[in-house]
Structure formats: C-alpha cells, structure tokens
C-alpha cells in the first residue's frame, strides 16, 4: 500500500480529470436505445472542431492508436501500393512495419532519432516519383520516443511543389488534443489519434479523421478490412449508431473530454502544454543534460526525452522514481533504450504537477549517481512558471487575507 497519488509522468495514459471519471461512472446502457444518438452525433461533430477538420469525418474505433494506423491504411490503400515514410522513433517504425505486414511497399527514409521529418528527403522522393507511384504519405507529427514534433505543414507544402496526388496521413496519438494541429489547413488526409493522450481518458477509443479525398479513396482501396471498415461505420454513424458494440462508457468520457478541452479553449490549452514544456526543458538544461531532440524546432510540448550521462541507464532513473518516490516516467526504447529516460507533460496538468515530476527525477538521478545539484532543475522550472503566471489582484488577495 503507497500512499498519496502516482506520478504519472509516461507520455501516455495520462492523468484522468475528476470530471472525465465522473462522466463515466454510470450504469452501462443500450448502445441501441433511440437516445443513443443524442450522445454520439455531438461527438461526431465536435471532434471535427478538435480535428480541425472542415469537411470529411472523424471516425471512433474501439481500439489503440495502433488500430487507428490500420483503419487509415486499410481503408484507403491497396496491396502492393507504395508508400513513403520515415523513420525515427519507435512509433514512426511501427507504423512502417504495420504497413510491411498490410503488404504495401514501403520507401522508407531513415532519419536519426531525435530529429523530426526530413522535409527536404520527402520532397525529393516526391519529386522523382513522376509517375505517382506513391499513394500516400507518412509522417508522425509527435515522435514519442524521442521528442520530437515534426513540422506537418511543410510535409504538405513538399507534396504541394511537387504537385503530387498521393493521401497525406499523420500520426496525431501524441499531439492531437495537446499540439497545435490543423487537419484541413495542413491538407492532411487522415489522421490518427487514441484517448489516452490529449484526451485524458482511458486507452480505449482509436480516434481516425478523413478528408473528403481519403473517403474517395476508400471506396476503391481493397486491403481487406472489417472491423475498422469505413463504410460500415459510416453507414451505422449517420444516423448516430456502430456497426457492433461500441464502448458506450468511454463515449461518456469522451464528450467531457470534449467539453473540457473546449471550455479551456485549444488554443489556451496548447499554450498550457508550451509552458509547462518549457518549464521542463529549463529544468533538463539545468541539470547540465540534453535533450534527445537535437534542435528546438524538434521540441515536443507533450513529452521531453532527457539523455542520461555517459556510464549511467536511464532505465536505472525510471526504475528508481518509481520504486523510492512513486513516479512513473517513460523508458527509452528500441535504439535508445538505456541512454534516456522521458517525462511526459501532456493532458490534465499543472506547474505544481510538473513540479512534483521534476523533484522525483532529481532525486531519482542523485540516488543512482548522477551529479545534480539537489533542486537545480525545479529552481530553473520554478522561475519560467513564476515568470509566466497570470497576474494576480494583489490587492483582492490581501484583502481576502483580513
Ligand atoms: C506517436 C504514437 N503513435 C502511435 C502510438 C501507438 O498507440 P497505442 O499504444 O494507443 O496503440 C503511440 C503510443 O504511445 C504513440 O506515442
């Protein structure tokens, strides 16, 4: 038995709203009822706002993100069709793997981790391939093994100046809800989100957006699909139902979900999600560390990959906070498994929060030999937090005080 709360501090599950656990303690319900839809068409609708997303839909799987890669690839690509994408992280490498198995031919770009999309790379892929071989285009917008955000943006404006036709598809599961992302402004096809990021909720939900072009295209595609099958649940969505049982529960959550990020407003909470960032990143150049992604235009505001010292494992730091002070930070994995350890800072969260994190780190890499100042890192994060509060009436405060 630990007293007090976890530190959840893995980039994902993340911290669940009192509110969202709320809106989900409720008796289980007919997903068949006639009132079933007034539930599911807001949802519809509002995620397209949250999507950014102007014309087109946005589907909801029961599934992981994993599941949102495959109904994006399944609905709107062929065996055999070829594919670009790059490599640098371990999510942007599943999804790669996810379409080697689907049978499509993958070009893939390899990129050092800790750097984001090779926009030029892609452009000269595009450029080449004047016969429009490639169907469509992969980029993973928060890589979140490493860090790093990619600019999506300039991922369409390469396909734009090689005037190439091909389905832009982004993976959003670390970004969507926490990020800036703008699916109709950036000209992306479809986007891939899950619920336990940005949403706040619990795993569950595989979150897909489709512009108007992807659901052309998947009206001709033929990689077999039935679950995650886009004109199943279009057929069923119109009129506010599922093709099977939904996860009625996790509905519940996701329109509270919904209402908080909107009664915060997007934008106020991507500004959230940039100074609690940059608190943290404060805190890791204070420490005298590094972070993976290599240049501040990498820098994710959803999850900071923090290099240990040469003869040190960031495991041994995971481990450590976990066991000694109840705080649950990300290993590395894959190829930078061991080299570091990642903090993540997305969803319901505050400075004090971040705070907390950013104590139990400190300790845990004093504790395993790591030279830190005690402090040093929560010093450095405290000020940016103090320096980039809102005002406060002091006088109103006083006052209150008497
Ligand atoms: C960027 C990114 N893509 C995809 C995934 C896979 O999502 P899931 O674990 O929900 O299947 C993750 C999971 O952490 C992720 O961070």
Redesign the pocket.
Known sequence: MRAGNNGLFV??PTNLPPQLRRAMDRPLEDHRSPDFPNLTLGLFEDLKRVFKLDRGRVFIFP???????EAAITNTLSPGDTVLASVF?Q??H??VDLCQRQGLNVQVIETPWGEGAPVEQYAEHLAADTAHKIKAVLV??????TGVTSDVAAVRAAMDAANHPALLMV?????IASIDFRMSEWGVDLA?S?S??GFMLP?GL?LVGASEKALEASRTATCPRCFFDFADMIKANQDGYFPYTPATTLLHGLRASIDLLFAEGLDNVFKRHNRLAEGVRRAVAAWGLTLCATAPKWYSDTVSAVCVPEGFNGNDVVSVAYARYNLSLGVGLNKVAGRLFRIGHLGWLNELMCLQALAGTEMAMRDIGIRITAGSGVGAAEEHYRQTAAPVALQAATALKV
């Open positions: 980039p994902g599934g992981s993100g994993t599941g949102g890669w992280g999510f942007s599943l999804w993973c917008h928060n890589e979140t093994t993976d959003g599961v670390s970004s891939v899950g336990q990021k795993t595989a």
